[in-house]
């Protein structure tokens, strides 16, 4: 069952050009990732694989359009998921947000829809704060 989640919008102080470029190669994200995380990730330039709580996940770029978007793709997990960032226009900077599409069953969509819509927006919070100078606040249960 086809499951279509919408982060919200932020206003990153970032130009779109160079907040893209920030995501084209995998290996940057890992920068992001909080200190304690990262033995637990490893990337090169269209993959990513995270071990969190004992479950493994690997990602891997499917598409990059400049400027605009990049959307990535499950690489072999239990189920099949993409996420798309999306740089839009925006005179502070760019408009960012991120999409998710996912096959979940009902279960799987009852126990986890809400938590992937809180992590979107979170995720969106982050970059917004870390543009404006801010600290951005991790979660303290991912590992």
């Known amino acids: 069952m086809a499951a279509h989640y919408q982060s919200k919008h932020g206003s990153v102080a970032i130009p779109r050009e160079q907040l893209y470029m920030s995501f084209t190669d995998l290996r940057t994200l890992v920068n992001t990732i909080p200190e304690q995380y990262r033995d637990s990730v490893t990337a090169d330039f269209d993959h990513l694989t995270a071990t969190i709580q004992g479950f493994t996940i690997a990602v ?30 925006d005179p502070e900077g760019t408009d960012f947000s991120i999409e998710v599409d996912a096959d979940l069953n009902l279960m799987m969509k009852a126990l986890l829809g809400g938590k992937i819509k809180d992590a979107l927006d979170k995720a969106v919070d982050g970059f917004v704060a870390v543009s404006h100078g801010h600290k951005p606040e991790f979660p303290s249960d991912l590992g």
Do not use: G, M, N, W
């Open 60 to 89: 891997k770029v499917v598409e990059r359009q400049p400027y605009d978007l990049i959307r990535i793709e499950d690489d072999q997990a239990p189920f099949h998921f993409s996420i798309t960032a999306h740089f839009d226009p």
